[in-house]
């Protein structure tokens, strides 16, 4: 069974700052894609940043980019330039490339951007 | 384009009693998914629906039940509400051939 851990129940950085949010993950498939959803206070859950597995380049989304080191299982998100707009839950998530968008989260981590 | 919307937005049962939820998806989408998320967690995925049929269902009891239209959109029902269901509950709609997954902003159940 996959399974995905974020280890950072909260965060806080300041604004204009810097962050990064850890997740691992586990699973012994070699096919799947891993995200990073955003969810506000508003409730709507907004895709942050999608890796495919099998690319090698670690993906990036204007302020947003990953680090993902597969054989380490580990997917973190860097935020750069803090905006008070990025105050809310992330999620890491997971895809089997087969599992028809079954997508599995991990427990959240609370961010917030400090003025 | 209208997103993802899902109704009602709010609402409050009593233990025993059932619920219907509504979802419709994201205009050209065909699939759509509920997830459940409990207070402080992530969402957990209750099941798939793409041509009607059930595709596939997470660990949830048959108390969970859910219906897709010819239109795509969908229902979940819950039965014999207990107190452990209250949550917010999220929808998604995909295209069955891949693509991006959209969320609505979800329905939160309350049971007392």
């Known amino acids: 069974a996959q399974t995905v851990t974020q280890s950072q129940p909260e965060m806080s950085v300041q604004e204009a700052e810097t962050v990064t949010l850890s997740c691992t993950y586990d699973?012994?498939?070699?096919?799947?894609?891993l995200f990073w959803y955003k969810q506000p206070p508003s409730r709507q859950m907004i895709l942050v940043i999608r890796?495919?597995?099998?690319?090698?380049q670690n993906a990036t989304e204007n302020r947003f980019s990953v680090n993902f080191q597969k054989a380490a299982k580990s997917f973190s998100l860097k935020i750069s330039d803090s905006q008070l707009g990025d105050t809310a839950m992330y999620f890491c998530?997971?895809?089997?490339?087969?599992?028809?968008?079954?997508?599995?989260f991990g427990p959240g981590t609370s961010l917030s951007v400090i003025p | 384009d209208a997103g993802v919307t899902q109704s009602p937005t709010h609402l409050i049962k009593t233990r025993g009693q059932q619920v219907t939820l509504r979802c419709s998806p994201k205009?050209?989408?065909?699939?759509v998914s509920w997830y459940q998320q409990a207070l402080g967690q992530g969402p957990q995925f209750i099941f798939q629906?793409?041509?009607?049929?059930?595709?596939q269902r997470g660990n949830f009891p048959d108390r969970f039940s859910g219906h897709q239209f010819p239109n795509y959109s969908s229902e979940l029902n819950v039965n014999a509400l207990l107190l452990g269901d209250s949550a917010l509950y999220l929808c998604?709609?995909?295209?069955?051939?891949?693509?991006?997954?959209?969320f609505g902003e979800g329905s939160r159940l309350t049971v007392l």
């Open positions: 998604a709609s995909s295209l069955m051939e891949g693509g991006r997954m959209f």
């Open positions: 699973t012994s498939e070699s096919n799947y894609y």
């Open positions: 890796q495919e597995a099998y690319k090698q």
């Open positions: 998530a997971f895809i089997w490339v087969a599992s028809y968008d079954k997508v599995i």
């Open positions: 205009s050209g989408h065909d699939t």
């Open positions: 629906y793409y041509e009607e049929e059930e595709r």
